[in-house]
Antibody, heavy 119, light 106 residues
Framework: QEQLVESGGGLVKPGGSLRLSCAAS????????MSWIRQAPGKGLEWVSD????????QYADSVKGRFTISRDNAKNSLYLQMNSLRADDTAVYYC????????????WGQGTTVTVSS | DIQLTQSPSFLSASVGDRVTITCRAS??????LAWYQQKPGKAPKLLIF???RLQTGVPSRFSGSGSGTEFTLTISSLQPEDFATYYC????????FGQGTRLEIK
C-alpha cells in the first residue's frame, strides 16, 4: 500500500527552526516528484515546495523562499523540509504529497504533521 | 502566479441533488487541473486529475470537465459522504489552489 508518514512537527518559538521528515513506502519513491503542502488552522491549502525525482530541481512558494529547504534521500525513501526563521504565519498542518508542478494531480498524501510557531 | 477562483465558496444541497463547482484560472493552464475532497481533520483526497480523468476508486458520480481557463466539478447525485470541502488545484506552473467550496447538507 502506498503510504507517506510525516514526522518532526511540534511547538517552536518565532525565529526558530524545525526539520520535517516524510517516510515513503509501497511505491518506487525515486520515480516521483514530491511536494510539501500546508494548511493553516481553518484555512485553505497552500503549496510550499517541490523537488524533482533526482533532486535536480526544486521550487518554493514566495512565502517560504530563502527560509525553507526541501531535500530528499532516495536511498532512504525519505523527503525532508528544513524550516528556518519560522514565523507565526507558518503555523499549519504540513502534508507530504506525491507529485509536483507539471504533474496532473497529487495522488498520495500523508496524514500531516502539525507545526505551531508561538512564543 | 496563476490565481484560481472557485465558485461558489459555500453550497447547501440535499442528498440526491446534482451540484456543480466552477474553477477559473487567471491564465490558460491547458489540462493541468485537479480536484480534491477534504473532510474535517483529514488529508485531501484526489478525485479528478488532468481536468477530467477520474482517479482510481473514486465513484463515477464525480466528473470533471474543462480546459484552458474554465473548469467544473460535477457530482451527479449527492450522497451523504460527499458533504465536505472541495478544492481545485493548477499544476501548470508552481501549484496553486482555489479557496475551496464548502458543501453542506440543506
Amino acid at each position: 500500500q502506498e503510504q507517506l508518514v510525516e514526522s518532526g512537527g511540534g511547538l517552536v518559538k518565532p525565529g526558530g527552526s524545525l526539520r520535517l521528515s516524510c517516510a515513503a513506502s509501497g511505491f518506487t519513491f525515486s520515480d516521483y516528484y514530491m511536494s510539501w503542502i500546508r494548511q493553516a488552522p481553518g484555512k485553505g491549502l497552500e503549496w510550499v515546495s517541490d523537488i524533482s525525482s533526482s533532486s535536480s530541481y526544486t521550487q518554493y512558494a514566495d512565502s517560504v523562499k530563502g527560509r525553507f529547504t526541501i531535500s530528499r534521500d532516495n536511498a532512504k525513501n525519505s523527503l525532508y523540509l528544513q524550516m528556518n526563521s519560522l514565523r507565526a504565519d507558518d503555523t499549519a498542518v504540513y502534508y507530504c504529497v506525491r507529485g509536483g508542478a507539471r504533474s496532473y494531480g497529487m495522488d498520495v498524501w500523508g496524514q500531516g504533521t502539525t507545526v505551531t510557531v508561538s512564543s | 502566479d496563476i490565481q484560481l477562483t472557485q465558485s461558489p465558496s459555500f453550497l447547501s444541497a440535499s442528498v440526491g441533488d446534482r451540484v456543480t463547482i466552477t474553477c477559473r484560472a487567471s491564465q490558460g493552464i491547458t489540462s493541468y487541473l485537479a480536484w480534491y475532497q477534504q473532510k474535517p481533520g483529514k488529508a485531501p483526497k484526489l478525485l479528478i486529475f488532468a481536468a477530467s480523468r477520474l482517479q482510481t476508486g473514486v465513484p463515477s458520480r464525480f466528473s470533471g470537465s474543462g480546459s484552458g481557463t474554465e473548469f467544473t466539478l460535477t457530482i451527479s447525485s449527492l450522497q451523504p459522504e460527499d458533504f465536505a470541502t472541495y478544492y481545485c488545484q493548477q499544476l501548470h506552473s508552481y501549484p496553486t489552489f482555489g479557496q475551496g467550496t464548502r458543501l453542506e447538507i440543506k
